[in-house]
């Protein structure tokens, strides 16, 4: 389990290029949550998760975000399971996203339609967040992917 903080709502710290803080916002014509959870964040609900690359074009390249934005497409599928997948700035399309599950349930949360434990099923895995309306917890199994070494004389004398 990794505490992964407190959210920031401020437009100005996603950065979001709106004046006021709000629970969501009309972006290239679809409506998103947007917070950073030290990197910024868009979610869009979907009753059916579709044609994510195109809306995430869209609102990555907008004059809204100046930074880029990670764009996370939700399917709720009670108060405490969803769907999720992720677009990341600069990578595109990415097996998990810790931060993306994190934004999605505080998302969910505040809009009243999740509850504060969710479990976040990611095409990679599935993670459990807990939110409790001010800081954000973020469970999942541990993995070992990579051994590697690296040679530090590889050459120079």
Do not use: W
Not at 24 to 37: A, H, K, Q, R, T
Not at 62 to 69: A, N, Q, R
Not at 73 to 94: D, S
Not at 104 to 126: E, F, M, P, R
């Amino acid at each position: 389990t990794v505490d992964m903080g407190i959210p920031n709502f401020e437009p100005s710290k996603i950065p979001l290029n709106f004046d006021k803080v709000s629970s969501e916002y009309l972006i290239e014509g679809y409506m998103v949550g947007s917070l950073s959870i030290g990197n910024p964040h868009a979610i869009l609900i979907q009753d059916q998760i579709k044609n994510i690359m195109d809306i995430a074009s869209k609102i990555q390249v907008s004059d809204y975000f100046p930074d880029g934005v990670n764009v996370g497409f939700m399917e709720v599928l009670n108060r405490a399971e969803i769907k999720l997948r992720v677009v990341e700035r600069g990578v595109g399309e990415t097996l998990a996203c810790g931060s993306g599950a994190c934004a999605a349930v505080i998302y969910g949360v505040n809009k009243g339609i999740l509850d504060s434990k969710v479990i976040v099923h990611l095409n990679g895995g599935d993670a459990i967040v807990d939110y409790d309306g001010v800081r954000v917890c973020l469970t999942g199994p541990g993995e070992f992917v990579y051994e590697g070494s690296i040679n530090l004389r590889s050459g120079a004398s």
